[in-house]
């Protein structure tokens, strides 16, 4: 017995008092209608309804099983909507991971841009050093960096191609001169230890050996900037993230017709089928609001003061 079906004839007989019509507006046979209700009967040992030539009328048992069902029945008719709107109805809570490299300003202002055209849905954003298993950790996108990712039953969509370029404070390059490549192993070269990518051919070869010259490893791109900033030394860093220190002249950028690999920005979700309406949304935000963020080149930012660090062009560099 179909207990759903059976309920829902129930119902329908007992609001309109006759068998017939609920057949016609169900499209099934009287006969079919009748057995649904008898069979229920039968599942519960009780009789529902009180059959006479002329008319149909609840029992008091059936009173009171009229009520429940009713209240049942509109319970799943709200969740199969709920469910079904799902694909179509951006809300609900969507639970994101990124990595601390991801630009925090450029992802987070564009996330409360997605709020404001999508304000049914809310977002718990989490930033963690690592790759996420989204099934296991409970994250329906994951927002990662790096040149390509391991294969997965996952789905994932290229955000963009993050430009990384080597920068230092003119305060300190006046103070250290960088006018080749290979000064760079003389000055302390930092990088983030979160990457998931090797060094590029530009800085792996002056930061394969941690002992040369203080060395220093810090775990988030945010901290690399304030370090930078601080006149700690030479370091790697997306474009996007130091874009408005470059037009400052807070940081000046070393070799800029050599730049470093470029780094991937991908956004990965669990499933092809019957994607929810909050993460195919979200997705196609980040594919057009946060790739026009992450997407800089050097050569396009308006410089203000040209640095005057003399530097040659390195010899031995060649492009990542």
């Known amino acids: 017995m179909d207990r ?4 829902r004839v129930f119902s329908r007989v007992a609001e309109t008092g ?3 019509e609920v057949a016609k507006h169900m499209e099934r046979s009287a006969g079919n209608i009748s ?3 008898v069979s229920l009967e039968e599942h519960l040992h009780t009789r529902l309804l009180q059959r006479t030539t002329r008319s149909v009328s609840l029992t008091e048992c059936g009173e009171r099983y009229y009520r429940r069902c009713k209240q049942i029945l509109a319970d799943i008719d709200e969740a199969d909507a709920e469910a079904s709107d799902a694909h179509t109805l951006p809300r609900g809570k969507l639970r994101v991971h ?3 490299d991801i630009g925090l300003k450029q992802l987070t202002s564009t996330i409360v841009e997605y709020r404001h055209a999508y304000p049914a849905v809310s977002v718990d954003l989490k930033l963690l050093p690592h ?4 099934i296991e950790d409970e994250f329906d996108v994951s927002i990662v960096s790096a040149s390509s990712l391991p ?7 290229l955000i963009g191609r993050c430009e990384r370029i080597l920068v230092a404070t003119p305060d300190y390059l006046s103070r250290h001169p960088v006018r080749s490549v290979d000064d760079l192993p003389n000055h302390t070269l930092m990088q983030t230890s979160s990457s998931f990518d090797p060094p590029s051919e530009l800085v792996g070869r002056v930061a394969g050996n941690p002992e040369q010259s203080g060395h220093f490893v810090v775990n988030t791109m945010q901290a690399l900037r304030v370090a930078l900033l601080a006149g700690a030394g030479v370091g790697a860093v997306p474009t996007y993230s130091v874009a408005d220190e470059l037009r400052e002249g807070k940081l000046v950028a070393l070799f800029p017709d050599y730049p ?3 780094t991937n920005v991908f956004v990965v979700y669990p499933s092809r089928r019957f994607v929810d309406a909050k993460i195919r949304t979200f997705v196609e935000f980040l594919i057009v609001a946060l790739k026009q963020k992450l997407d800089l080149r050097i050569a396009n930012l308006a410089l ?3 640095p005057a660090i003399p530097s040659e062009r390195p010899k031995a560099a060649h492009r990542a």
Request: glycine content about 0%; hydrophobic content about 45%; cysteine-free.
């Open 4 to 7: 759903i079906f059976s309920m």
């Open 18 to 20: 006759n068998f017939s």
């Open 35 to 37: 057995r649904a209700v």
């Open 98 to 100: 990124a990595v601390p």
């Open 131 to 134: 790759m996420a298993n989204l």
């Open 151 to 157: 294969d997965s039953r996952n789905v994932s969509r």
């Open 260 to 262: 470093l690999q470029t």
């Open 304 to 306: 203000t003061d040209p």
